[in-house]
Structure formats: C-alpha cells, structure tokens
C-alpha cells in the first residue's frame, strides 16, 4: 500500500532555532496537511495545503510555521523560531478530495 | 466550538472479550466521522462513516454512525492482544480540505 514519508523521525533543536520537517505525501493525492500531537494530548489540526495554497490552518498555526511544496513531491513544514511549547509529534497526511486521510509516521519533535 | 468526546479513556480487557468504544461528536457542518488506530505513531485508517444506521464491517471491528443523537461506536469482537492502542475518533466538519477535529481517544489493554 502506497504511504507517506516523513524525514527525520526525530528531531532535537536548541529553543529559538529554525527546523524543517519534511514530507513526501502519496503520488496522486491532492491535499496535504499538518497535525501534532503533544504527549498524551490529542492529534491537532495545523493546516491543510491544496493547489499550492493553504486552504485551511488553525489558531495553532501562528506567523511562526510555514508550509511549502517546493518541488511537486515534497511537502514541508517550517517553524522559524521554535519554542518549547512546540516539543510533540508532528504528522503530515495526504488525502483524495473526500477520502480518508493518510498518515505518515511522524516526526518528534524535541526543542531543549 | 468543535468537541469529539470518546469513552472510555481507557480500557482493560482479557483477550476473547468484546470492547465497545465510544465518540460523540459536536461538528459545525458535519462531513463524516472517522476511526483510526494509533499503536505507535501514525494513526492508520479503520473506518470512515457518512450515513447513518450503516454498519460498517472489516473482520472482528465494525462501526455505526447515528447522526441524529451525533454519536458513533467501534465495536471489537474476541478481542486479541495485537488490538492493543489507542483508538481515534475524528470528525469532519467546517469546510471542505479533509480537515479532521480529533478526539483525545481511548487506550485499549488487551490482556492474555
């Protein structure tokens, strides 16, 4: 079964410092989005990314993230200056209009 | 505001024992109602429900949406320890982009 990737599977950064977390959603789907899900707290919505454009984000996604398709395959999430408050799970997904959402495997995130 | 309520937060059960999940929902614009499992990382598809009444089937789980009492149920019949996770609910809603609203889920221990 086709899936999604995302690199790296973990991630340490220093509070303040900028990452990118990286996806490669499956070939043919359309929509793309970002969720986290902070330890034993639920998945989030971040945003939803279709036709080059964000379509849908929510209160969690401040001035300080950032998505981009820079090359048709790839899918990215930047946060520019991370917080503490920004340690969890990040799960990108990708869906055909009005299927089901896959799942990569997420990205853990740990800012010290 | 959006809420997704499961019940139970978790749950111990001895293997062969059938488990009965629970998520009500409160979704503006409600589009459908989703099951995920999440054993480690990324949560993978069980159930995607839109009609109620229907029962949906895949060998020992199924699922049932009633849109008018806005609630659904995950049923798991003699129950294995490889069925140990925790079981998402998530509901579509707002406008369109797939954009899913997540309950905190429920911990499922099978026990031998």
């Known amino acids: 079964e086709p899936e999604v990737t995302q690199t790296p599977s973990h991630q340490v950064t220093q509070m303040g410092q900028e990452v990118i977390l990286r996806c490669v959603p499956i070939?043919?789907?359309?929509?793309f989005y970002w969720y986290r899900q902070i330890l034993g707290q639920k998945v989030e919505f971040l945003v939803s990314f279709y036709n080059n454009e964000i379509s849908e984000k929510s209160e969690i996604f401040d001035d300080q993230f950032s998505v981009e398709r820079p090359d048709g395959s790839n899918f990215t999430l930047k946060i520019r200056s991370t917080k503490l408050e920004d340690s969890a799970m990040y799960f990108c997904?990708?869906?055909?209009?009005?299927?089901?959402?896959?799942f990569g495997s997420g990205t853990q995130l740990s800012v010290l | 505001e959006d809420k997704v309520v499961q019940s139970p937060l978790s749950l111990v059960v001895h293997e062969g024992d059938t488990v009965t999940l629970n998520c009500s929902y409160e979704v503006t614009n409600f589009r459908s109602l989703l099951w995920y499992k999440q054993e480690k990382k990324a949560p993978t598809f069980l159930f995607m429900l839109t009609s109620s009444g229907i029962e949906k089937k895949s060998g020992r789980l199924s699922s049932i949406l009633d849109k008018k009492e806005l609630f659904s149920i995950l049923n798991i019949t003699a129950t294995q320890t490889g069925d140990s996770a925790i079981y998402l609910c998530a509901v579509e809603g707002q406008t369109g982009a797939n954009n899913l609203f997540f309950g905190t889920g429920t911990r499922l221990t099978v026990i031998p």
């Open positions: 997904a990708s869906s055909v209009p009005n299927e089901k959402l896959f």
């Open positions: 070939s043919n789907h359309l929509y």
